[in-house]
């Protein structure tokens, strides 16, 4: 099979391979660039396989950075670009299931394309476009499956990660996993539990972002996955209901959001579950705003002030999951009325304490609290923004 026509980045990626070939090297796109220039999926960038050493590599280049020479990758900078190069290799030893103990250069292509995780992934193509494609993954690729290259008991052990992308794959490329793919996942799936939390976390997002995330999650709970992760031990009856939701969602903060709804985990315990999956603190304050948010509109008649309180952002996430779980919420005039709010913010309030100390009242709790009532005065629209208008409110 030969490619005619190559997107943008890969004609400006071609004189890195015209150069390495010229130096008497072989080289060629590999991996995902290549599987999503095949199904039209957007590529944003490509990597480059090559039988030259990473020494090699560097010798060819004006500017490069090793970024990951311990396994074979120089980042080449070249044309206005930035490439992953690779010295083909293989890999072996896998004690820890995360890492191989050491890697081994190889001479050929095909023996790099081996080690590789799923049939998808393992195709290469060189400079005339033509496509290196050992083991049907273009096959595979028409069929829509998930396909472990050789033995998947093999490409799991090498690195247990692959189960966890096996699930993101299906979710993004709304493939299936193939019987004995599958089966080596159910298998295997304890070795997830050797894997750092910032990877699986990784693949969990981009699992629940993609187009078939509903999907892909019922397999994360099938396959076992689900029981290897931070607080999800036990909790398969309750992460059942994602495979059910109306859609699947579409910003992080309302994954994880959801995800803390569907746990039913009491407020206190958010930070440290969102902790345990090695989230930002930003991710985790918005997650628990948003769940707050999500609860006091499940249980009450929104106030104005709780909207404002709330936030149009935070509002609309929680309305979003409403509307995920089914649950219907008065989204369209809850959004109307937080938009008719005389103010969005504390800061648009046009007095101050210091406005208040100049009005003769001295610092004090008591000030506190005049100023919260002029907030929730001109928030709920019982007195006009304007300083005159607040101090007669206030009766100061
Ligand atoms: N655990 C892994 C990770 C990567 N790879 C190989 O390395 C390539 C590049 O890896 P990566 O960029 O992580 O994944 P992509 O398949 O390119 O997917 P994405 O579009 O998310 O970058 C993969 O295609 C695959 O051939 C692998 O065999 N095993
Ligand atoms: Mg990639």
Not at 137 to 165: C, P, T, Y
Not at 316 to 344: C, H, N, T, V
Not at 363 to 378: E, I
């Amino acid at each position: 099979m030969k490619i005619s026509y190559l997107p943008e980045v890969f004609t400006a990626a071609m004189p890195v391979l015209e150069k390495l070939e010229a130096a008497g090297y072989e080289a060629y796109f590999v991996g995902g660039c290549v599987r999503d220039l095949l199904i039209k999926r957007p590529i944003h960038d490509v990597d480059i396989a090559t039988s030259a050493y990473p020494e090699e590599v560097k010798q060819t280049f004006a500017k490069s950075i090793d970024t990951g020479i311990q396994h074979g990758t120089v980042t080449v900078l070249y044309g206005g670009g930035s490439y992953e190069i690779t010295t083909f290799r293989t890999e072996s030893g896998y004690q820890d299931f995360r890492r191989p103990d050491k890697v081994t250069f190889v001479q050929n292509l095909d023996e790099d394309l081996k080690r590789r995780d799923f049939t998808i992934n393992a195709l290469a193509m060189n400079r005339q476009g033509e496509i290196v494609d050992l083991f049907d993954g273009l096959g595979d690729l028409d069929r829509h499956l998930i396909k472990a290259v050789g033995n998947a008991e093999e490409r799991f052990h090498e690195d247990a990660l692959r189960m966890m992308r096996a699930v993101r794959f299906m979710s993004q490329l709304s493939f299936q996993l193939e019987g004995k793919t599958r089966q080596a996942i159910v298998a295997n799936h304890e070795l997830l539990s050797k894997i750092s939390v910032e990877r699986i976390r990784e693949e969990f997002v981009k699992l629940a972002l993609g187009p078939d995330s509903r999907r892909a999650f019922r397999e994360f709970l099938d396959t076992g996955l689900s029981e290897e992760c931070p607080g999800l031990k036990g909790q398969k009856a309750r992460l059942a209901i994602f495979p059910d939701l109306k859609a699947g969602p579409d910003e992080e903060a309302v994954f994880w959001s959801l995800i803390v709804i569907m746990l039913n985990l009491p407020v206190g315990q958010i930070a440290a579950f969102m902790r345990e999956w090695k989230n930002s603190n930003a991710m985790s304050q918005q997650v628990k705003k948003i769940v707050a948010a999500f609860d006091l509109l499940s249980q009450r008649a929104a106030s104005d002030f709780d909207l404002f309180a709330i936030g149009r952002e935070n509002l609309q996430a929680a309305l979003k999951i409403a509307d995920l779980l089914g649950q219907p919420l008065p989204g369209r005039s809850l959004q109307d009325r937080y938009e008719r709010l005389p103010i969005k913010q504390s800061s648009e309030l046009t007095i101050d304490g210091q406005w208040l100390i100049r009005q003769g009242i001295k610092p004090s709790p008591a000030l506190g609290q005049l100023l919260r009532r002029a907030l929730t005065g001109v928030v709920e629209g019982k007195v006009d923004n304007d300083p005159d208008a607040i101090a007669a409110f206030l009766q100061i």
